[in-house]
């Protein structure tokens, strides 16, 4: 696999069991084959495009593409849809998303690793700065491999607390750029016997630390099992309010979790933002439907950022793939994008390099789609409360009813 | 709009708002304009079949090809895959779903109307029944107009008691095809004061009544009303435990409640049918993503119906799309298909025509991929049973988490 530089690193190199395909954007791949007017249908249907509806480029300064042109980093900008309103102003928001992949091979010492990682992002977050993001999200453990497929404690050393140098870093584009940042870390929370955490931390657009939030699912997927590491979050699903916006973070694999998702449109998020690093094979086909699902159900946006390439790592490992032991986890595909309430999505970032995407959206749309759809008030909480309470006891009884003719021979 | 036999009739015209596309199939587009290994590679993405899985096609036998071809009603069948386990034998299920347009225009008597359903209906029903298919699932409202935008309550005529006409039309197919169907029809509770519910009943394979499932979420869409005629069901979440399997229904806007379908999920259901009545312009972005959601989320198959064509009424109304009053709903866009649990779907029937898609899935894949993905596992139940109680108090305070900068101007 190509990096940025151009260069050509062993250590990113594309998977060989036949299952990733070459291509690297789908909405590229049907707007080069598709005839003009075939390629606004398929759009209309995979990006929920209805109603004549069109989602606009977003002309960005020419420092951005600049950057994007001489990093090689993917750059894509759009704007959703909202209805004027006669009493609340427009509420635009220009959010972005990174994602990269790792800089250095993991065998390399971890400091420099860490450091090579800020080093290749500077330039993206001087884009997003340009570009004049308000909201700004990283990928799931940004200033680190994934390396929760090896089951080694080695990898731990990465974890710092939420005041670390990664946040560190980051503060000060959020300074520079009046910026909130969202960055997904492995923390280590000293003051609770050193303990790791899957954590993103919400920075303020004037540097703070506004608050955390800890993953609340963990993954147990086959052998693939990152509660080696860190347990289920004690933060509950809290909603951040910011100078943009509210905002939550449903971490990686709790985009699986419907209920996670509710959870943060119930405590009042207009946009929920999902750092990810997942790879192909196991999750490419839920990646378009789950945070859509949930943007759509929940009257909010979502924001999907996954990581990028194939990290290799020194020691083989068995990863719930059924295969024997091998050095990566595969490919983290990237296709990063936004979901809106209105059920309209952006198309992706590369599946393969790094890359900035970043979308206008007015908050307003959120209430405009609770008011019409409707499915707050049609949600009948009520029943689904006290289910979920009678689930939980031990003598729970599904209620089935069965054909009594069930046992009887077919005449 | 052609109707199956090739005639063509005033009440079937495609609206002319421009929001209705004129392709009928996005698998058929895309087949036949991009190439094979572009379309191999499309596929994966939008039909999830990773790993070199692929949907193998069924043969059917020649009378049910035949009767497509006399009827003109579109004819898919394909084949999920599943691993083979060592202690159960495979349970696979052929399964089928019926989508049409109605026979006759809605200014004909309305048992003509009704009856002429029932005639168009047969041949599809007998084509299903020569493919072995065991349960079948018709689309919502089948035995009516779908007249509820009309607000007349004159439409209430249609409704039946659940073993009505349209039931006992049904039960002799149960009994010869020894096959279970689900019917969604506008049902008259004679016992409790002729209220009118929107019902699904599930007729056994020996041909009786196993049961009835009332829509537990009734849409408010703008000034689409469902209300009006009838309100949210009382019959909670059953699982019917049938001949071939634990199914359940998620009758048509319920398809956007994330509770519903995991309320099916917790009582035990292995495939869930969602019997819909919706037009392209409200939500045709949405119908590919919710209930391949649902399948992801709760591990089981979803089944998705939608009725077809363009219903014109005798007096105009408005629809909640903000137009002037008008004499129809929308085109009712047909695309029904099925979602599996390992993230896979397949292609969809014809956005304008009659048709019949089947699908053999083994339902063990249900808890092959509980197992994989250990979805609820992980759901942490109790925080959202938690969660939901405590939202459902008029005093809740939703979980947020201020930036106290908030209100400090950006140097």
Redesign the interface.
Known sequence: MEKSNGEVKEEFKAPSD??V???DS?HR??KE???PQ?F???S?????????KALKAITLPKSAAALSLDRGFDLQAFSFNAEKELLREPRIVRVGLIQNSIALPTTAPFLDQKRAIFEKLEPIIDAAGASGVNILCLQEAWMMPFAFCTREKRWCEFAEPVDGESTKFLQKFAVKY?MVIISSILERDINHGEVIWNTAV?I???G?I??KHRK???????DFNESTYYV?GNT????????YG?IAINIC?GR????N???FG???AEIVFNPSATV??L????W???A??AA??NSYFAASVNRVGTEIYPNPFTS?DGKPAHPDLGLFYGSSHFSAPD??STPSLSRNRDGLIIADMDLNLCRQYKD????R?????????D???R??KPDFE?????????H?K??
């Open positions: 036949g299952s395909c070459g291509f789908l791949l049907l084959n598709l005839k075939h606004q249908e398929v209309r249907i995979i990006h929920g495009l209805n109603c004549g009046n919400v303020g657009n004037h703070n506004i608050g609340n699912h963990i993954p147990r997927i086959g289920e509950g699903h809290p909603v951040f309010e910011t100078a509210k694999y699986h979790h419907p209920l998702w509710l959870a119930l405590n009042g192909g094979e999750s490419e086909p839920m378009p439907i789950e859509r699902n759509i159900a719930g059920a309209s019409k759809w409707g499915f008030m049609t949600a009948r909480y009520d029943l689904y409360a289910l979920l309470a689930y939980l599904p209620q089935v009813i069965s054909d009594p003719l069930l009887k077919s005449s």
